[in-house]
């Protein structure tokens, strides 16, 4: 190769040799000048020589444009020099999408299908290498064919493996995964560990998202584990440092933690052999440091799957042991591995007490030298955490918070506050331990940890006067952080009266203590201390004169919020003594709804679900992984809902979240899963819907923020709904007093009854949500059509009586002048009776076809009753357009104005 | 004013770096390397980051760079650079990495001279030359008289001249050389750039006057001077000129320095007379071929003539080969450079050469975007002719011991790079 390569040598010295760029670009331009010039004269002897020089001046950055089809041409060739240099480019020049690629899907195809195993190798590289969601569909089943045929070398298999593994994490969708399982299971019997290892690979991926199609190769596993490990049946070439082949076994051990543990007594009893030889052959650390990885790495990962398997067994007490000497060990790698399997322990375990043991020294890890095992120390504590140990674990953390590194502390703040709350032995441990939190750290201190506290302490009443006099001491120090005074200011502006007598604690003491700190704030902590004043106005009037100062101050601040808050404020506070309206405003504040911590939340997606490899546990003890599955599951439910994301449809009046109803009117009932929301209720709501139902255009709610709109047209079985949000209130979004529009395409698919729901959700000071039923219904895709008397009697009487005609009398008022007057689907007088009115229309549904439906209204105006009587095709229909034909004329007891 | 003095190689090695004041650390250098050596994309010769401003110069792939903390007259810092760079070119004949590496304590001498805390000082050659040697010197040898002599120099009203200067032959010489810049396919910018450069081997201190044109326009804003009149944009002057007396006469009087200086630079935009017409043909056939015909016409008096041009034809960049067919001249197609450079060695006022040339293109072609015809770039030289049209009508030299002198004039009209033409 060296010699016939000479040119491409020289070309790459020259360019080595350039001195500046300059001179590199000229050489480059003059040889790819000359490419083109022999590609030009189709001189077919040396095609490989250029194309391996545009690759060349490819990977120095420079664009190549020419060569590509002599490449193609070349993964055809029969010599190898020449096909490896054409795969080379192949794979170099051409991304995924490129056109070249369906040229050489062919040749790949006949090189996989080749009989000489270098030709398969290079075909599935380039395949691994591209990856292209075109050849992955075109290629993916060949690849399979070449990994499970019992005639492929032992290399081309792993290849074939990997290339496939390699397809399946791009293009999940073109693997036949569950009709594979069996095949591709089968092939992790073969004799040669290393197939065995890339198919283990392989099933490792596919059983995350296949689990029951995957089951056969729990046996598997654990038979290759206990072959391995027992057996020792492996060639010698696979053995790492005395252990046989780590990589497989440590891949085995994880593939087995996916599944739920075996039933059949035999699996279970071997699986619990190798792990106890696992653990057994762990028992004395050997001298060498590659036998010592090697041992540790599958240790941990049996440990891992004895902990996944039962929590109880003696296995996990072993564990348990060998991870005490771990955590403890010269080795920074081993503590972290320790302690992180430590927290695996204690996510599962039932009892804590053999983590217990070691309290000491996993706080002592907390003070590690490595910040990865600190932040292991701190996941630890926060897992092993129970009501015995809270205080004290608590407690080192809040010291140990002061010196933590900045990376480390929002994560501790978080976990303190939320084991504070859940192991709370009284409140008051409760409210000082998040006190000295914030005090503490308060700039990781998130809003949600100073909400919380606000919270638990107005919901709990005996609370609330500890809690001031604790705020008050904590804001006494020279240095507050903000969230103390916003804590401070709020618990002082509730219940400062409380402490208010007592000495040191008066109102004048209190105001200035508060008040020296809001220099230093800014405008929403100001804000909130002026609520604390107008709360103070009203329970402490010694000092309103103060107040009253500070509000006249602050209603000429350039901060549009604090000056409207100040002039409502001052306007509250001037009114005179004996009006009350003032008390009623700062009226104690109610307690809150019981709500679950936000802090869960925030910490959950902290972490998120990074890893390729799916964890089976989360830190945080077992009721968080218990709450982690119910989780999932919920998940689970809301996606199958079929219901949107609240998109962005229109800035902060976000969320138009058109419910399924919404997109395709008549499929509503088909979702009896999706929990139809609730709609919004009230008389005036109702009035407007039913007026709608009738009507083309008009309001369908309105509230003191917003209003909507609706204008409709429908046109055979499609429809179209604008809807108009109007607000009615000062800056935002949608303008002061004007529109926006949204429009909603309908299509009545089949028969329904009831009407889509629209929901809205938009930003008014806080988040505000109303669910409107729309003025959908099945007469609005009726068409009216026209029929001659005998047309229409002989429909009428072809489509017969009951169960495809419903029928009901009711009483009417009569209009003054004695009439009816009815326009809908009106048909002119055909019913030999004059008085009568029939009406003939045609329902078009796009999945159901057309209902045709005939209306006889028979008046009878001595006895003001009116019979009403509606056939059709489909007895459905007729019974809802009776119903909804009925309405206007019963319930208002007069005829509908149109 | 500057507050560091750096001069990079292409690599971005620091060869020389001085700073003038306090307010950076030597680590400057770095921030240039990374954002401007090693950022390929950057062109502007300013750089601002933050309050700091990088000006550069490109020369001979070195880069001369002052840095500044103050909001510096950009004008003067430029000028500053251009003066060091001619500085050194008059000191050892040229500048590249390897001139001020062999001369980097003359180097560091010169930019303490020429600047202080910043401040740009005497920056004339001649008098820089008189204390700034390249010959070792032995300091007791210096007589007192010639060291108090430069001082009275460097400090006294004339700083840029001895008084001492004697001559056997009273000489002057003027040189006028203008570089035009051209854009056209009609004409869409033409400029000229002009220089007068004198070297005066005078005696004594003799009183210059310079005339050019009658017609001569200086700044527009005066009004035109009729339609054939020599209109300058803006000039500039040598130190030694007189500016009062330019702004309330317009006449040119000046003490000269001795030996060579750039007496007055100008810039003019209109009546710019073209030496060279370029016709090109450029059509291409279907996707495989592209035929060329190009004709260049000599524009001026057939006395004169146009030597040194050369034409530097682009080709699409998927050119395989190129035919060329010249009657004068020699033409040839350069593929490292994607272009066909054809050269004549001379051409007549008045004659017209004709070129042609066929290019073949390889047409299998990934992402093939279409040729964006780069245009055509001439480079060339005339002596005797003026493309502004600017004429040294007299130059008179008045001494107290009124010699006779005698003085030269000549004029160069040149392009180089910056005359194209589009097609």
């Known amino acids: 190769m060296a010699t016939s390569m000479r040119g491409l040598t020289q070309f790459i010295a020259d360019i080595r040799g350039a001195r500046v760029r300059e001179l590199e670009e000229k050489r480059i331009n003059k040889e790819m000048a000359n490419i083109r010039k022999k590609f030009k004269e189709e001189c077919l002897t040396s095609v490989h020589r250029y194309v391996a020089k545009i690759i060349f001046t490819y990977i120095l950055g420079y664009k190549a444009d020419v060569g590509h089809m002599e490449a193609v041409n070349l993964i055809s060739s029969t010599k190898y020099s020449e096909k490896q240099i054409g795969y080379l480019a192949v794979t170099l020049l051409m991304h995924e999408n490129s056109d070249f690629l369906r040229l050489v899907v062919n040749s790949i195809r006949k090189d996989l299908e080749s009989n000489n195993e270098v030709d398969n190798c290079l075909a599935l590289h380039a395949i691994a290498n591209v990856g292209g969601a075109e050849m992955a569909e075109a290629l993916a089943e060949d690849v399979h064919r070449l990994l499970i045929s019992p005639t492929s070398q032992t290399f081309v298999k792993k290849k074939a493996a990997l290339t496939l593994l390699r397809l399946y994490r791009k293009h999940p969708e073109v693997i036949q995964s569950a009709e594979w399982a069996l095949r591709i299971v089968s092939i992790m019997d073969d004799h040669d560990l290393g197939v065995v290892i890339c198919v283990t690979s392989l099933i490792m991926a596919l059983a995350q998202d296949h689990l029951d199609a995957y089951s056969v190769c729990y046996t598997k596993a654990v038979d290759r584990l206990h072959k391995l490990v027992i057996g020792h049946?492996?060639?010698?070439?696979?053995?790492?440092?005395?252990?046989?082949?780590?990589?497989?076994?440590?891949?085995?051990?994880?593939?087995?933690?996916?599944?739920?543990?075996?039933?059949?007594?035999?699996?279970?009893?071997?699986?619990?052999?190798?792990?106890?030889?696992?653990?057994?052959?762990?028992?004395?650390?050997?001298?060498?440091?590659?036998?010592?990885?090697?041992?540790?790495?599958?240790?941990?990962?049996?440990?891992?799957?004895?902990?996944?398997?039962?929590?109880?067994?003696?296995?996990?007490?072993?564990?348990?042991?060998?991870?005490?000497?771990?955590?403890?060990?010269?080795?920074?790698?081993?503590?972290?591995?320790?302690?992180?399997?430590?927290?695996?322990?204690?996510?599962?375990?039932?009892?804590?007490?053999?983590?217990?043991k070691h309290q000491a020294t996993i706080i002592m890890s907390l003070r590690d030298k490595d910040i990865s095992v600190r932040r292991r120390a701190l996941d630890l504590l926060y897992s092993m955490c129970d009501s015995d140990n809270s205080e004290l674990i608590v407690g080192e953390l809040l010291r140990y918070l002061k010196v933590a590194d900045y990376a480390l502390r929002e994560e501790m703040v978080l976990k303190v506050a939320i084991l504070t709350e859940k192991y709370a032995t009284s409140y008051k441990w409760y409210v000082d331990t998040i006190l000295q939190l914030i005090s503490a750290a308060g700039d990781h201190v998130g809003d949600e940890v100073w909400y919380r506290v606000v919270q638990i302490v107005i919901n709990t009443e005996d609370l609330q006067e500890y809690a001031a006099k604790v705020a008050f001491e904590h804001l006494k120090a020279p240095s507050t952080h903000e969230s103390l005074v916003k804590v401070g200011g709020y618990i002082l502006g509730e219940y400062g009266h409380l402490i208010a007598n007592e000495p040191g604690y008066s109102p004048a003491e209190q105001f200035q203590l508060l008040h020296s700190k809001s220099q230093f704030c800014v405008a929403a902590t100001r804000s909130l201390l002026l609520t604390t004043y107008v709360k103070w106005v009203n329970v402490f009037p010694?000092?309103?004169?103060?107040?009253?100062?500070?509000?006249?101050?602050?209603?000429?601040?350039?901060?549009?919020?604090?000056?409207?808050?100040?002039?409502?404020?001052?306007?509250?506070?001037?009114?005179?003594?004996?009006?009350?309206?003032?008390?009623?405003?700062?009226?104690?504040?109610?307690?809150?709804?019981?709500?679950?911590?936000?802090?869960?939340?925030?910490?959950?997606?902290?972490?998120?679900?990074?890893?390729?490899?799916?964890?089976?546990?989360?830190?945080?003890?077992?009721?968080?992984?218990?709450?982690?599955?119910?989780?999932?599951?919920?998940?689970?439910?809301?996606?199958?809902?079929?219901?949107?994301?609240?998109?962005?449809?229109?800035?902060?009046?976000?969320?138009?979240?058109?419910?399924?109803?919404?997109?395709?009117?008549?499929?509503?009932?088909?979702?009896?899963?999706?929990?139809?929301?609730?709609?919004?209720?009230?008389?005036?709501?109702?009035?407007?819907?039913?007026?709608?139902?009738?009507?083309?255009?008009?309001?369908?709610?309105?509230?003191?923020?917003?209003?909507?709109?609706?204008?409709?047209?429908?046109q055979g079985h499609m429809g179209q709904v604008a809807i108009y949000l109007g607000n009615k209130i000062p800056p935002n979004t949608i303008d002061a007093r004007s529109q926006s529009q949204q429009l909603l395409n309908i299509e009545c698919k089949k028969f329904f009854s009831q009407p889509p729901i629209l929901t809205l959700s938009y930003l008014a000071g806080s988040h505000q949500t109303v669910s409107l039923k729309l003025p959908v219904t099945i007469t609005k895709f009726f068409e009216h059509v026209k029929l001659d008397q005998a047309d229409f009697?002989?429909?009428?009487?072809?489509?017969?009586?009951?169960?495809?005609?419903?029928?009901?009398?009711?009483?009417?008022?009569?209009?003054?002048?004695?009439?009816?007057?009815?326009?809908?689907?009106?048909?002119?007088?055909?019913?030999?009776?004059?008085?009568?009115?029939?009406?003939?229309?045609?329902?078009?549904?796009?999945?159901?076809?057309?209902?045709?439906?005939?209306?006889?209204?028979?008046?009878?105006?001595?006895?003001k009753l009116c019979r009403l009587t509606c056939r059709s095709t489909s007895e459905e229909v007729s019974a809802e357009v009776l119903k909804l034909i009925s309405k206007p004329l019963t319930a208002a007891r007069r005829p509908p104005q149109s | 004013m500057l507050s560091a003095f750096f001069i990079f190689n292409q690599k971005g090695e620091v060869l020389i770096s001085r700073l003038y004041r306090t307010d950076f650390k030597r680590s400057i250098a770095d921030v240039f390397r990374i954002q401007v050596v090693s950022n390929s994309d950057v062109r502007s010769p300013i750089i601002t980051l933050g309050s700091t401003s990088f000006f550069h110069v490109r020369i001979n792939n070195l880069y001369v760079v002052a840095v500044t903390k103050t909001n510096a007259?950009?004008?003067?810092?430029?000028?500053?650079?251009?003066?060091?760079?001619?500085?050194?070119?008059?000191?050892?004949?040229?500048?590249?990495?390897?001139?001020?590496?062999?001369?980097?304590?003359?180097?560091?001498?010169?930019?303490?001279?020429?600047?202080?805390?910043?401040?740009?000082?005497?920056?004339?050659?001649?008098?820089?030359?008189?204390?700034?040697?390249?010959?070792?010197?032995?300091?007791?040898?210096?007589?007192?008289?010639?060291?108090?002599?430069?001082?009275?120099?460097?400090?006294?009203?004339?700083?840029?001249?001895?008084?001492?200067?004697?001559?056997?032959?009273?000489?002057?010489?003027?040189?006028?050389?203008?570089?035009?810049?051209?854009?056209?396919?009609?004409?869409?910018?033409?400029?000229?750039?002009?220089?007068?450069?004198?070297?005066?081997?005078?005696?004594?201190?003799?009183?210059?006057?310079?005339?050019?044109?009658?017609?001569?326009?200086?700044?527009?804003?005066?009004?035109?001077?009729?339609?054939?009149?020599?209109?300058?944009?803006?000039?500039?002057f040598h130190q030694c000129v007189r500016l009062n007396e330019f702004d309330a006469t317009r006449t040119i009087s000046f003490i000269p320095p001795d030996g060579e200086f750039e007496l007055m630079g100008y810039r003019s935009t209109s009546n710019v007379k073209l030496p060279l017409r370029v016709i090109p043909t450029v059509t291409e056939v279907g996707s495989g071929q592209v035929n060329y015909d190009v004709v260049v016409k000599a524009n001026f008096s057939n006395k004169l003539a146009a030597t040194n041009v050369v034409l530097r034809i682009p080709t699409p960049l998927n050119t395989t080969t190129a035919d060329c067919k010249v009657a004068t001249g020699k033409a040839k197609y350069a593929p490292s450079e994607n272009v066909m450079i054809w050269k004549i060695p001379r051409i007549q006022g008045g004659q017209e050469c004709i070129f042609s040339a066929t290019a073949i293109l390889t047409t299998s072609v990934t992402n093939r975007q279409v040729w964006a015809r780069p245009p055509i770039d001439v480079d060339f030289q005339?002596?005797?002719?003026?493309?502004?049209?600017?004429?040294?009508?007299?130059?008179k030299v008045f001494e107290k011991t009124s010699y006779q002198s005698i003085k030269w004039v000549r004029y160069l009209t040149k392009a180089s790079g910056g005359y194209q033409i589009r097609f």
């Open chain 1, 233 to 356: 049946e492996y060639a010698a070439t696979y053995a790492y440092y005395k252990v046989p082949s780590p990589w497989l076994q440590v891949k085995l051990l994880r593939l087995l933690q996916y599944y739920p543990p075996s039933e059949d007594a035999a699996v279970r009893s071997a699986l619990h052999q190798v792990l106890q030889t696992i653990m057994a052959n762990c028992a004395e650390p050997s001298k060498n440091v590659q036998h010592n990885n090697a041992q540790h790495a599958v240790l941990f990962e049996a440990i891992g799957l004895a902990i996944h398997l039962d929590t109880n067994s003696p296995l996990v007490g072993t564990a348990a042991i060998l991870l005490a000497r771990f955590i403890s060990s010269k080795e920074t790698n081993v503590r972290y591995l320790g302690l992180d399997t430590m927290a695996h322990l204690a996510a599962r375990a039932e009892s804590l007490e053999p983590i217990k």
């Open chain 1, 542 to 714: 010694e000092i309103k004169p103060q107040l009253v100062n500070i509000f006249d101050r602050y209603r000429h601040v350039l901060d549009a919020e604090l000056q409207q808050r100040a002039c409502e404020y001052f306007a509250l506070a001037s009114r005179p003594e004996d009006d009350d309206f003032l008390p009623n405003v700062c009226e104690e504040m109610p307690p809150f709804p019981p709500r679950v911590s936000a802090l869960l939340g925030r910490l959950n997606r902290k972490h998120g679900d990074t890893e390729g490899d799916k964890r089976t546990w989360i830190h945080g003890g077992k009721e968080a992984n218990l709450d982690k599955k119910a989780i999932e599951t919920k998940v689970v439910a809301s996606d199958s809902n079929g219901q949107a994301d609240p998109s962005d449809i229109m800035g902060s009046l976000a969320g138009l979240d058109l419910s399924a109803p919404g997109n395709s009117a008549a499929a509503a009932p088909e979702q009896g899963s999706s929990k139809p929301p609730r709609a919004a209720v009230g008389p005036s709501i109702d009035k407007w819907l039913e007026k709608l139902t009738y009507h083309g255009e008009g309001v369908l709610y309105e509230d003191v923020q917003i209003q909507v709109g609706i204008k409709s047209r429908y």
């Open chain 1, 793 to 863: 009697f002989e429909r009428w009487k072809l489509i017969g009586g009951a169960p495809r005609e419903a029928q009901s009398v009711f009483p009417i008022d009569l209009a003054p002048s004695g009439q009816l007057d009815l326009k809908k689907h009106k048909e002119g007088r055909i019913d030999p009776n004059p008085n009568n009115i029939v009406a003939a229309g045609v329902l078009h549904m796009s999945l159901d076809g057309k209902v045709g439906c005939l209306l006889r209204l028979e008046p009878n105006q001595d006895a």
């Open chain 2, 73 to 236: 007259n950009a004008a003067l810092v430029f000028e500053f650079c251009y003066r060091f760079i001619n500085i050194c070119k008059s000191y050892f004949g040229k500048i590249d990495e390897e001139a001020i590496k062999n001369n980097f304590a003359l180097v560091y001498e010169l930019i303490d001279e020429i600047c202080d805390f910043g401040y740009p000082q005497n920056s004339e050659i001649d008098t820089l030359k008189s204390y700034i040697t390249t010959e070792s010197v032995v300091s007791q040898n210096i007589p007192a008289d010639e060291s108090s002599k430069i001082t009275s120099q460097a400090t006294g009203a004339i700083s840029w001249r001895r008084p001492d200067v004697k001559y056997k032959k009273n000489e002057a010489f003027v040189d006028v050389i203008e570089t035009v810049n051209l854009s056209m396919s009609n004409v869409l910018r033409a400029e000229v750039d002009g220089h007068i450069m004198m070297r005066a081997y005078l005696s004594g201190t003799p009183e210059c006057k310079f005339g050019l044109n009658d017609k001569l326009v200086i700044d527009k804003s005066q009004g035109g001077g009729g339609g054939d009149a020599v209109e300058l944009d803006d000039c500039r």
């Open chain 2, 382 to 395: 005339v002596l005797m002719f003026t493309a502004s049209g600017l004429i040294v009508r007299f130059l």
